[in-house]
């Protein structure tokens, strides 16, 4: 089973937006064993769309739309895609009703005409029920083909693809079995770490892919599995994992899959019933945010202190300004002072500082752009490391709380 | 003048990276007057690859890839770029000299093979020297068009695009005029703005196109021109604007363009010469994190206090704790208490302030998921607004966010 993934909208291909979209749909798709062979943006254009769906017809079993379903004149999916299947527009009830009830609900103004015609569907398109908007899914079948139409919107988007889309597509197909294991590293580069497995990697069985995923002082190690044969896949996927380990142990952090290393720390957290606070300079409240991204934080999420200035520093943060003169505002003891500080105000068990300059050009410090010092305050004391991070603004700040997320990670993993 | 976009790699399809390297290319392209036709993904597999070549060589001028250029075995862009153009891989000594350089400035170890091997490169492409990294860029001509093949890692693509790419197109061709002007608006939808204004959409000339690009409670309008008389381009976009402006006067912000709300509202404080704090609770620190992303912002950002707990709230952000205990802690007299404290701690011309009840589940206040209250102190008073914004968590803090920087923007406005 092959999927491909097609977005349509122009402000993909001015680059207005990101399209996430392609990702999270992958995603889902690649959790049932269905494999993602091609992604394809194209323009809210009509033949464009109608080359596209003929194209992913001939390579794919599966075809996934996003987009171009609003109730506007540039949206032309719905009629693009009646085209397609030689159909005609007819009056859903069921839509009409689902949009008449967000109507009420949300909008509390009259349905418009515009809104009434996004209850027209193709005929021959089965409807997916979009609860959270008034643009519906559609289902297509074709030959042993489907064709799905979904919304642009995210979150409508989502849900479609986890409550219908998905379930659907397991009900209807026999799929293969997927298994994707990622490992997270840090301290050595790719190349580095290619030479040291390389005879583990050359000895992978035809249906395992291994692959290096660099990002900013990290290396995210991918192996990936397909077969019919489920038990056999997780027995391949222990046992090479089993015969890797032991190469990478110095560098090895852990297993990320779903999980984000801000949710395995939350995770961790949770489990030694500790707390967590942080007093953050050149990251900006990033790391706090990352923290609170995840559901349930609260749990262990005391709270951030952002201080941007020096007086915050001084007069919110409290720390001793002798300690600053002394030392500069982008130094290891300014940043143990900071998360000494920050532990004691949030009255948190851990506490991560950081202090440097993102540049792109020197502070009132004179550091030099991507020096970044970051502390750790932990039950047993506080510790630091001065790095170096380059000279580009938001690689610095990504670098730098990556950086402060290994340093907790490490110290919490004791225990 | 058309390009097409291929981003390599298996991180893409099946979904453990959203690729956000096509919309920067995109966007830097458009600026030139290249619209990109089309963006495609594809998995590190030659087969594949070739196919994309040839269909990206059938609809476009340019086509840029990016991916697979790294030192390891899944990366095999540049072999496969040699097979389509039937050339054989050459060593490059001023890419062996970068990389040469690179080690010893940064890695400190002793280049291995697989990183020697990275000066190797096809005799028919011209190199773009990488300085951030060790895969060279590289420039193929074949007739009359141009194949571009650039590292996947997204800073050292960027300084390439920057740097190389797009002078040296520029240079090669008589390039059309493309203009876009993005005006943010809230306060409607898009259906109901597109009744409003059906007329003069309809009326706009044919080498102009609108687009409507809704997001969480804000309708972004987009007008796009392309041609090759600049300055007629100019002069139409003007007036067109212009008809349209006073048919959107009650829910236009501003033009967007490559500026977001934050970087608007920094210029604006910069102007103003005046500072400002925020105080977070359910944002986590992101409204911070957002300020802080843009360069300069130590200008007139002074800190944050994320104040995720209770114990903190009064502790750190010293709220009174009768304001919670009589309104509860998700309320806008709360919200009103936590602004005018970070004001007063930061020392703070205008402070934001954020709580709410992001979700999955109600936390201790027992407010419904979604509530978030918004309070700003100003130098003239503080005010709220309590808002319900649906029932996903980061949906909740993003469009939290977003209403926060609306509040900001229209007050700063009125100076």
Known sequence: MQAEIITIGDEILIGQIVDSNSAFIAKQLNKIGVSVYQITSVQDDKAHILKSLKEAEDNADVIILTGGLGPTKDDITKNTLAEYFNDTLVPDTSVLENIQELWKKYIKQELSQVNIDQALVPSKAQVLMNRFGSAPGMWFEKDSKVFISLPGVPFEMKALIENEVIPKLQKQYKLPFILHKTLLTYGHGESKISERIEVWEDNLPKFMKFAYLPSLGRVRLRLSAKANDKEMVVAEMEKQIALLLPQIQDIFVGFEEDHS?????????????????????????????????????????????????MQSKIEVLKIDASIIDKYSVVSTQVAEAMAKQAQKLFKADYAIATTGNAGPTKGDDNAEVGTVCIALATPKGVFSEEYHLGNHRTKVINKAVNKAFELLQKEILKY
């Open 261 to 309: 290393i801000e949710a395995i720390i939350g995770k961790r957290l949770t489990e030694l019933g500790k707390t967590l606070a942080t007093a953050e300079s050149c990251t900006g409240g990033k790391i706090a945010e990352q923290i609170t991204a995840i559901s349930g934080a609260s749990t262990y999420f005391k709270g951030s202190i952002v201080s941007y200035s």
